[in-house]
């Protein structure tokens, strides 16, 4: 190679080099801050390399408000690639990034009072998951949603304990605490009245307790002259079922269905769903007892000495007189269970007279509790009796419970169908007073309500006969109550 060849030679590697060191010196110009390669960086105003939280990559940044840095709005440290990103941390690769601080549906904490499986919005905040299972201090807890202001809120049903008559799966209110469900909560045939939390047998109603007038007045048509007014108060809240005791509930706790309408006997059958009837007053006691057993009662009364119609004397084994060949009680000793007053029995019992006549009025001062009395024989019909109740005017028969209007207080077949057994020994002039039981002794028992083959005056609210306990017909029943604790 020539002189002349290598001088052009070493020019140009000369020129390279000056080329490469000016391209060199370029790439640093307007980086005072360290940053590598931010190019038109507007927001960056770092006054030394240690000042710049390890920016990379960041191309028209203008959302960075790293330490010594001038970006307006973020509050963002050790950013790496953000552009157009708020509030993230650590964050590389940042071109127009909009990822938030955590995934879709990813477990993340809000630090709001409900924390446990939440997701996360498109900006990147933590939102509470619903139903979420935390806990808010209240009265009742457990699995409850959560509210991104209130916090915790009460999941519906809730099985929590109020403390209360009623415990089981009930609601729960944020300031009261808990509300009793329509759920079992003492048994499987309970429910809880919302109001009172107070437990009522399935197809009980409540009688609250209260003041009435008992009898009728001298005006009234068709009444009876063993019906003077006298003034009562009743003391205690009861639960009386909606219906008479019927056929299948008899038969099946007892063993036997003893009902002239029955299948096995001389009427036409009537059903299950009838009243049951042809029993005596002590075998009205026994189902009552045996209704107590099953729900885990305390029996009300203790039986001795007990004889079926058929003669045999069987001791304290009442059922062993329920069947077609014994035919149930005829005779035997009653003493209450361990209370000296038949309201303070625990198990269910049968009503006292003025505990059945306060029911049946729900408050109604007339003859019948839907307006007064027109006709007292069996026809014309006496179109208010027609409305709630079977008598001789309507039926030939016992008929099916519940086809007629109850009363204010949910109960049927109140007047007619068949007459119904009190607790009560029979007095002509029964004795006001609060809790009043009747005489202390005597020789028959008041039944109440009239039947199917009765007038209509005996059907109504005031009228009372005194039948003797050991009677059976087709048009005598029953129905259960119990004092409410």
Request: charged content about 25%; overall charge negative; proline content about 5%.
């Amino acid at each position: 190679m020539s002189t002349q060849s290598k001088l052009l030679v070493l020019l140009f590697l000369f020129c390279l080099f000056l080329f490469v060191a000016a391209c060199d010196k370029g790439d640093d110009d307007d980086d005072s801050g360290g940053t590598a390669d931010d190019d038109n960086d507007t927001g960056d105003d770092d006054t030394s390399p240690a000042d710049d939280d390890d920016d990379d990559n960041d191309d028209n940044d203008t959302g960075d408000d790293d330490t010594g840095d001038d970006d307006t709005g973020d509050d963002d440290d050790d950013d790496d690639d953000d552009d157009n990103d708020d509030n993230d941390d650590n964050d590389d690769n940042d071109d127009n990034d909009t990822t938030p601080e955590c995934d879709d549906n990813s477990d993340c904490l809000d630090t709001d009072v409900c924390n446990g499986d939440e997701y996360c919005d498109p900006d990147g905040v933590c939102q509470p998951g619903t139903p979420l299972e935390c806990d808010d201090s209240d009265v009742c807890n457990g699995t409850e949603t959560c509210d991104p202001t209130d916090g915790c809120q009460a999941g519906t049903p809730l099985t929590c304990d109020d403390n209360e008559y009623c415990n089981g799966v009930e609601t729960c209110d944020p300031t009261d605490g808990c509300q009793a469900g329509t759920a079992p909560c003492d048994a499987t045939w309970e429910y809880c009245d919302e109001n009172s939390e107070t437990c009522f047998t399935n197809g009980f109603t409540l009688v609250p307790s209260g003041s009435f007038t008992m009898g009728s007045p001298n005006s009234e048509l068709g009444r009876f002259s063993n019906e003077a007014q006298h003034s009562v108060t009743l003391s205690n809240n009861i639960e009386m079922s909606a219906y008479e005791t019927i056929q299948g509930d008899f038969a099946t706790r007892m063993g036997w269905n003893p009902s002239y309408f029955g299948p096995n006997e001389v009427g036409a059958d009537c059903g299950d769903n009838c009243p049951v009837e042809y029993m005596s007053w002590y075998d009205a006691l026994a189902y009552a007892n045996e209704y107590s057993a099953d729900v885990g009662h305390d029996a009300c009364y203790v039986l001795s000495n007990v004889v079926c119609r058929d003669g045999t004397n069987v001791g304290t084994d009442y059922l062993n007189c329920m069947n077609p060949t014994k035919r149930g009680i005829t005779s035997a000793t009653v003493a209450l269970n361990g209370v000296t007053s038949v309201y303070d029995c625990v198990g269910y019992r049968l009503p006292t007279e003025a505990e059945w006549e306060y029911a049946v009025r729900a408050g109604s001062t007339t003859a019948f509790y839907n307006g007064g009395i027109t006709n007292t024989l069996c026809s014309p019909l006496d179109t208010n009796l027609d409305a709630i109740g079977w008598y001789c005017g309507n039926a030939a028969a016992t008929m099916t419970k519940g086809q007629k209007d109850p009363n204010d207080w949910d109960l049927y077949d109140m007047s007619g169908n068949v007459w119904e057994w009190n607790w009560d020994y029979y007095t002509a002039s029964p004795a006001g007073g609060t809790d009043p039981e009747g005489a202390g002794s005597g020789t028959n028992h008041s039944v109440r309500g009239g039947s199917w083959y009765d007038l209509a005056r005996y059907a109504r609210s005031a009228a009372r006969i005194s039948i003797a306990p050991d009677s059976h017909s087709n048009n005598l029943g029953f129905r259960l109550v119990r004092t409410i604790p």
